[in-house]
């Protein structure tokens, strides 16, 4: 398991393949990266990132054990960049490894669903003339419920 | 003592990242009130309780959670990362 | 949207790297990788896939655009080997690229269903002194069922 | 005439990956039964009809379907790609 936060871009691609490198025997391996969007009006200049260093690690360390244990996973991966991005820059990215391909997905799905909403990162968009802090979205927020114990999977 | 910290658009608002600060506030919630109450900046800063998102010593709490032993406290709104 | 049958090995890192350069202000890649796993007993030699020319690259590309559709992705790649493959070689991959993860990645999970009982590929596992062909899990049969449009989603 | 194709055990038991055969039957059941009288081995490969697959002109159909105008039909256990 392993979790990073660093403000270099990182190459998606490596990152996966050091991912799978690592990986015994495990049949299925899914990713997930994030990539700055371009605003709908046009003119995103560069996002901003903020994190709050210290609680951002322990964080993301816990939701990896959480997925690892709920998923049975054999391995999970996440990291996130934080500080000024370019538009079509890898914001982050999540991997995680497992037997069969469905506990891959849902625990890649589980670890996007509570870093989005429960890891300590703020998004900025600087345009030339505005600079707006993203606003949570409520479909982020209502994506935890499917994780509750007491909600009946499909 | 406890470390303040403040994060985003709270962050902003407030003027500082960062501040040691002294209180005989109980909980989370009475905390806020107090912050309210210091300048226009903080009243700004926490006028939308609901917005607010809280960290004690880096985990994150509901708003009546209590402050005793606590070392670092953080305001920030709901996360965006991902 | 792309589709790719081939025997030769694959690099899936750069396969990924090259499908997310290809996007234009998608927000979110999802990658699947299915690798080659030794047997419970241990002592797997290699794998040989078998397929379908002609028929395997109609009933990839089906499955792709019909990701694409359902799932408004802008884009969609599958690649599957044939031939020989040793353990822990990479077998097949998919990538899904979206505005939104949950459409990457249903969009991806549906790639995989479709694509484990839809498409002409068969497995044969080679021990040093057996021969056997995979047997199709009731599972994944059942997989497709999620995404048949009387079955309201979770 | 048409092209007959086998793949996997199907292949395996019937001996053969293709051949040209000449057929009257209506229906790729029918054209299943016909085949199971030939030989032991195809006999053994068309044993258990539920887990034989077909392809015909490389599109999945149903036992039923009609082999009117049909040009290759293709045999095979279920798919374990993936």
Avoid: C
């Avoid at chain 1, 391909?101 to 998004?123: N, V």
């Amino acid at each position: 398991m392993q979790v990073r936060v660093q403000s270099e871009i990182f190459d998606m691609g490596a990152e996966l393949n050091r991912f799978a490198e690592r990986q015994v025997n495990a049949g299925a391996v899914v990713s997930f990266s994030g990539i700055v969007r371009d605003l709908a009006t046009g003119g995103l200049k560069f996002m901003v990132i903020e994190h709050y260093p210290g609680m951002t690690e322990k964080a993301l360390q816990a939701i990896a054990e959480d997925a690892v244990q709920r998923f049975q996973l054999y391995d999970a991966f996440i990291l996130h960049r934080y500080g000024p991005l370019a538009p079509s820059d890898p914001i982050m990215m999540v991997a995680t490894a497992a037997r069969h391909r469905g506990d891959a997905f849902a625990g890649a799905e589980f670890l996007m669903d509570f870093l989005k909403s429960r890891a300590p990162f703020w998004k900025k968009e600087i345009t030339s003339d505005d600079a707006t802090w993203v606003e949570a979205r409520e479909a982020d927020e209502d994506a935890l419920t499917r994780w509750k114990p007491d909600h009946s999977p499909d | 003592m406890i470390e303040l910290r403040y994060f985003a658009w709270i962050r902003e608002r407030v003027g500082t990242g960062h501040e040691s600060y002294e209180t005989q506030a109980a909980t989370v919630a009475d905390l806020i009130e107090e912050l309210r109450g210091r300048d226009e900046g903080y009243a700004f800063a926490f006028s939308d309780p609901a917005s607010v998102r809280v960290a004690v010593d880096q985990e994150l709490v509901e708003p009546d959670a209590p402050l005793k032993g606590a070392r670092e406290v953080a305001f920030f709104p709901p996360m965006t990362g991902g």
